[in-house]
């Protein structure tokens, strides 16, 4: 579902969805839910033309700052190595209650 190539200091994850389209995303963050790991992954626009996003408000529609975020679920594959998948429902709405957590352990 998902290879990983090194971008600077990121990983860079390329994802395809059921239609074939392609999507960079990089991990943001990794969360920790009963024993399993889980990615919090943001969509990874590449150079915009006003560099990084640029905040350029209404006028632009280049939509630098509509990031798609998403949570991947990390299993290692029968070749050991890691791959993104959906979690469940179930384990989506753990991870999630766990992220605002961390979130309101911020503040």
Not at 10 to 18: H, R
């Amino acid at each position: 579902m998902a290879d990983k190539e090194i971008l600077d200091d990121d990983f860079l994850i390329e994802m395809t969805d059921a239609d074939g389209n392609v999507f960079y995303y990089v991990e943001e963050m990794i969360i920790p839910v009963d024993g399993e790991n889980f990615a919090l992954l943001v969509e990874y626009k590449g150079e915009h033309e006003h560099g990084d996003c640029c905040g350029c408000g209404d006028d632009c529609d280049c939509g630098c700052e509509d990031d798609d975020v998403i949570i991947a679920k990390i299993i290692i594959n029968a070749d050991g190595e890691e791959e993104f998948v959906e979690p469940t429902d179930e384990e989506f709405e753990k991870v999630q209650a766990a992220y605002e957590k961390l979130l309101d352990e911020e503040e």
